[in-house]
């Protein structure tokens, strides 16, 4: 069985040994797009340590991420939930390099009609993501900056396994939808309280706890969420 | 890092939510500050004050480094603040010139951010020297 995504975790031996002839394990670096509004989505993915953005520009070219998808979620679930298989306002963009593992996404919508149980994991994981959508949303229309990108931090941290964090001030500030000015100075905050160190290109989490108490409720309440809908074997937030 | 400076930076940040952080960070570091809109509201609120202000701090938002520049020196006009540094944060750059402060007139600065570091050495090397 794979170690890395918490989703495929969830599959049965059998349901796993069924689909693992269709998974292929594919490297993505920083930057690539796998999908752009209104293409169709072909692959579905199960990221195993890379993040992925989905993002929504407007037309005076202002960008603000919606979702943050890592070993916790997958990439592409609209093509098997429907039968029409695109999005025609998001963006889904690799915002840490690492592996996933790829699947067509008809093979897995095919198998998603048979399979009671692919069908509890995949709607369970849906409702989560709609609960992560609705959060985000919330979060930054009534948290200040400082706070939403602690809790942003945090995201990262937990999906990615690693404080130690490839990032530009200038990406978080696209991914916060929020401008590059604040989030240096909302750095600058963290550092002087000895929660980061930070530099060109790379941020360090030194003290997550501290950050949990900067960041706001959005963080423990997802968590919580994620947990309630997609626990059991395990907690999936570190 | 606060030490007592007793220097006045005018701020010029029309953005609701960097304003609060830079004015925090900057009170942080020592300075009195005096945080405004744009350049209406900066002179409205600084005409009493005018020859208190030791250096203008603006951020870009929308418009050109030139426009900036501009409103630094009509501000410093109209408060008979000249020779005031005046240093405009830049927004939206490429990383060859992260990192950089590009002296562009007598006393007016660009800098192009990598950390708000640069900043503090580039506001103790303007307002100490």
Redesign the interface.
């Given at each position: 069985m794979p170690a890395k995504n918490y989703l495929l975790n969830l599959f049965s031996k059998e349901l796993y040994e069924k689909l693992s002839p269709s998974f292929k394990e594919v490297f993505f670096e920083t930057g690539v797009v796998l999908h752009y509004p209104s293409e169709t989505i072909e692959q579905v993915y199960f990221p195993l340590n890379c993040l992925v953005s989905v993002t929504i520009s407007m037309n005076n070219g202002a960008t603000a991420e919606t979702a943050l998808l890592g070993k916790h979620e997958v990439v592409g679930i609209n093509a098997v939930l429907s039968k029409r298989p695109t999005t025609t306002q998001t963006t889904y963009m690799v915002q840490q390099e690492g592996s996933v593992l790829k699947i067509d996404a008809k093979v897995l919508r095919q198998e998603f009609n048979q399979s009671q149980e692919l069908r509890d994991v995949l709607l369970d994981y849906t409702q989560a993501l709609i609960a992560q959508v609705s959060q985000t949303a919330a979060c930054n229309s009534l948290h200040p900056l400082e706070q939403r990108f602690a809790r942003w931090l945090l995201e990262v941290r937990s999906r990615s396994e690693s404080n130690d964090l490839k990032i530009t001030q200038e990406f978080i500030a696209h991914m916060l939808g929020v401008r590059r000015a604040g989030v240096t100075q909302a750095a600058q905050k963290f550092k002087e309280k000895g929660l980061i160190r930070y530099g060109r290109g790379h941020i360090q989490i030194i003290d997550q706890q501290g950050l949990e108490s900067s960041a706001c409720e959005c963080f423990s309440c997802l968590r919580k969420e994620y947990n309630r809908l997609l626990g059991g074997r395990q907690d999936l937030v570190l | 890092?606060s030490e007592k400076i007793n220097q006045t930076i005018l701020l010029v940040?029309s953005?609701d939510?960097?304003r609060?952080?830079?004015q925090?960070?900057l009170r942080?570091w020592g300075y009195q500050v005096i945080a405004t809109v744009d350049e209406k509201d900066a002179i409205a609120h600084t005409s009493h004050v005018g020859g208190q202000i030791d250096l203008i701090l603006i951020?870009q938002?929308g418009f050109t480094i030139e426009d900036y520049i501009n409103v630094g020196l009509r501000i410093q006009r109209s408060l008979n603040l000249l020779p005031t540094p005046v240093i405009i944060?830049a927004?939206?750059f490429s990383e060859e010139l992260?990192?950089r402060t590009i002296q562009v007139g007598k006393n007016e600065y660009v800098i192009y951010?990598?950390?708000?570091?640069q900043l503090i050495t580039l506001l103790k090397e303007l307002l100490l020297r």
């Open positions: - | 890092m940040e953005d939510e960097t609060p952080l830079l925090a960070n942080g951020n938002v944060m927004e939206g992260e990192g951010m990598e950390d708000a570091e």
